[in-house]
């Protein structure tokens, strides 16, 4: 036999038994919070407390009501490619947001909390005011001591653990928490907003920092949930709506408050491409690059931005190209009839940003190389993006009408 084919077999076992090990323990941690979840439920309600799902909770909230926006129906046209119209990447779609709602609760007894990750706990009734309770666990699991506190008026506008995963982002920022937070805003005293206590486990980051000081909350107004346990007399909730499709109200709010305190626009509107350093990225950005400066692109380098620089950038923008990502909850300040190609792998390719455009009245195109190969959206996630260039030119000559 000869020495170069000794390795193989060894190798491939090795490689087998790793992919084993590795999916074992995966189903191990999905068995391990199933099994947390549901104690941790059991043995909350076995307390004589009652998880609310979310028709529970308008239900429990609704004497409390300051307003409620309607859901907004949209119908986004068919997307197909801009070279071969057989390639359909969406089909036409009728959808719908959810409606939202802010609520003044005020506890009628003692004991009414926020736990470590934002959920309220009131009258034995643990709220559903965001997705879901799926991480109400994580509140057992935390260890850190927590101060307390007990306050007259507490917003709370988030209750889910941040694990950097599913929450934790920009765009989970941008449309759960800070249009949260600007909704509540429109409709409370103002005397009331500044003076209440803003409660939720933070972010950390210098974007949240940016849109808190842009929707006048005041550092001595914030408080970390996961160091500090609040009791309060009242407290100011509002549920998250759609995940992937904001209520329309939650994105005028956002606009209301932040367009205003941006610099002049520029006179001149510019051709933009946003790149992207991490997972989503262009593998033959330089390429791509090349050709974007033979039409005029400036590019947008990913690297940290003020919030308002960043809105600066998509409100003066004609025209934008970049893969899908976070960056893309800026569209919020585009202006109508501003152009986007959203760039994806054909193993990803959600549409919330489409939605995004739609609404704001702007053009969209969306572009993957290939088939489509849909499946478990998580395989995809993270997947790197490859363009072909004598596409991406021919999509740039027919939307640039050249």
Known sequence: MPTDLLPVKP????????????????????????????????????????????????????????VTYPANALCM????????PSKVYYPQTQTETEPVSVWRYKTP??????????SVLTERNIPCTDINTDDFYQ????????????????????????????????YD?????????????????????????VAYPQFGTAYERDFMALLGVEAHQLIDTRKTSVQFRECIVANAGHWFYPNLADINALRTYILPQLPAPDTRRKRI???????????????????LNQYEFQIIDDVPRSVTEQAAIYRDADFIVGPHGASFSNLIWCQPGTQLLELFAPTYYPDFFRYLANVLSMRYAAYFQGEAHPGNWTRGLEDDITVSIPEIEQCLKKMLGT
């Not at 046209?77 to 071969?84: A, T």
């Not at 946003?274 to 050709?291: D, K, W, Y």
């Open 77 to 84: 046209e068919e997307v197909v490619d801009l070279i071969d």
């Open 139 to 170: 509140n057992v699991l935390h260890r850190q001591r927590r101060q307390s506190i007990t306050v007259q008026t507490v917003i709370a506008p988030w209750s889910h653990y941040l694990d950097g995963i599913i929450w934790g982002g920009y």
């Open 273 to 291: 491409y946003i790149s992207r350093n991490c997972r989503r990225r262009i593998t033959n950005e330089a390429a791509l690059i090349q050709l």
């Open 109 to 118: 007894a003692a004991g009414a909390e926020l736990r470590p990750y934002g």
């Open 11 to 66: 190798v491939a076992v090795h490689t087998s038994w790793t992919k084993r090990v590795k999916r074992v323990r995966q189903q191990f941690i999905q068995l391990s919070r199933l099994v947390l979840r549901k104690g941790v439920r059991v043995g909350y309600r076995l307390a004589g407390y009652q998880f609310l799902d979310k028709e529970q909770t308008e239900a429990f909230l609704r004497p409390y009501s300051l």
């Open 173 to 197: 920022f941008v449309f759960l928490v800070a249009a949260k937070l600007a909704r509540i805003k429109g409709v409370l005293p103002e005397a009331v907003f500044r003076n209440a206590t």
